[in-house]
Structure formats: C-alpha cells, structure tokens
C-alpha cells in the first residue's frame, strides 16, 4: 500500500510538472485560441513581441522612403504607435521613447543620445529586447550622421539582422528542446527507481536509510545527482545565452 500511494504521488507530481495545457504557448503572449484574451492587455503591453522590433524599425525606413523628413519619422511613429493603443490601456513600449526622440529632433537636435539613453542596460528597461532595439536604432542615426549613408538603408539593413536574431534565436530554442528534456527526464530518474524497487516488491528507503551500506550509496547518488542537475543546468543556459552584441 505504502508502495502504491508513493508511486501515484509521484505520477501526480510528473504530470503537474511536464504537462503541458495545448494552448499555453499561445497565452503567454496574451492571446487565447480565439484571439485576445480578457484581461491580457496589460500584461501584452509590458512584454516586447519578438517581431515589434523588427516592425519598428521598418516602418521608420518605409517612412523615409515615402518622402518624410528624418526628423519627422519619429514623431510619425510615436503617433502611430500611441493610435493603436487602446483605450483605457497602458501606453506601448515603444511611445515614450519615440516621443522623447520626436521632441528632440524637433528642436533640431540628434534622437542619438536618447535612443542610447534608453538602450542602456542601467535605465530601467525591464525588457532586453527594447534595451537591444533602442540601442541598434542610436548606432543607426549616429553611422548615418557620420557617414552621409541615407537613413532608410541603414535602417533597412538593421531591420534584416533583427529578423535573422529573431529567427536564430527561435531556432536555438527548438535544439533545446531536446537537452531540456532529457535533463528532466534525468532530473526524476532516481525517483524513477525508487518506484521501480517498490513495484518490484522491495522497500528502497528502507535500505538507503537503515544500513550503512545504502547511507553510503544514497550519499554518493545524491552527489552524483547533484553535480549532474548542476553540470547539465549551467551547458543548457550557455547554449541558450545570444551570442554578445548589438547588430547595427
């Protein structure tokens, strides 16, 4: 009995963990499976989509290429992006610091140093992908400011690398799938012979516990255990790390 009820914890507790609901991925971007969900803007609004960055900074460059001045596209965007926000809803991620550019180009000055502003690390940005984005966007008016490259170009090309970052980085999430789960799978294995000594009609805690024999074994397991889940842990977060810089 004592076996049996260890065995369906642990089964409850497996599919607590690994379960997953089908439309989880879809919910935390704060869509349901018909759309919007009830209640999800303000958390859709605090958390950048991976393709807005990208979005933005083609909509600077096509605003150039339809004929708008570089000091008008700012002040162009923030009032696209502050038209599409709905009502009663917090402001996008993006309106305050296309303002700020937009006031200081305005007053005929360079929108760099307010996009580095806001691409520093220490600015309080919670999100990395705005930090990215904004600092990209600064390296971008500074090389056209240097170099007399037309703007809409530079952002062009700027927005392709954001597109391939987007998409290198969907696609080192999809070979981590694998080394995830079998960490976990290796994570629950010695609860997984625990079970299997139970079902086979012996009592496994009773032996690691009361001889000297299994405290040396359950003390060298939970070593070896140990220094795997940590070993195993730090190669997955490398391998999930971008590679450092900002493309510009």
């Not at 349901?32 to 900074?57: E, F, H, I, M, Y």
């Not at 162009?76 to 700020?100: C, E, I, K, S």
């Not at 937009?102 to 929108?111: F, I, Q, R």
Request: aromatic share 6%.
């Amino acid at each position: 009995m004592a076996g049996l009820t260890i065995t369906m914890l642990l089964a409850a507790a497996a599919v607590l963990l690994f379960g997953r609901r089908p439309d989880r991925q879809i919910r935390r971007r704060g869509r349901g499976p018909n759309g919007p969900s009830p209640g999800k803007a303000r958390k859709r609004r605090d958390r950048t989509d991976a393709d807005a960055p990208a979005l933005l900074v083609r909509e600077l460059a096509g605003l150039l290429a339809a004929g708008r001045p570089a000091y008008r596209i700012w002040a162009d965007a923030a009032t696209l992006y502050a038209a599409g926000a709905p009502r009663n809803a917090p402001a996008h991620p993006f309106a305050a610091v296309l303002q700020a550019a937009a006031a200081s180009a305005a007053l005929g000055l360079s929108p760099v140093p307010v996009l580095a502003a806001a691409g520093r690390a220490d600015d309080g940005a919670p999100d990395p992908l705005l930090r990215e984005l904004w600092a990209g966007l600064a390296v971008c008016v500074r090389v056209s400011e240097r170099s007399g490259a037309p703007l809409s170009r530079v952002l062009t090309r700027y927005a392709g690398q954001l597109d391939a970052a987007r998409d290198a980085a969907s696609d080192r999430e999809s070979a981590l799938a694998g080394p995830r789960a079998t960490m976990r799978l290796l994570t629950w294995l010695p609860g997984g012979g625990i079970i299997l000594g139970y079902l086979l009609g012996g009592n496994p805690l009773q032996i690691l516990t009361a001889t000297p024999l299994g405290w040396s074994a359950a003390a060298a397991g939970g070593g070896f255990w140990l220094a795997g889940r940590v070993w195993s842990g730090r190669l997955v977060r490398d391998a999930a790390k971008p590679a450092e810089g900002v493309p510009g």
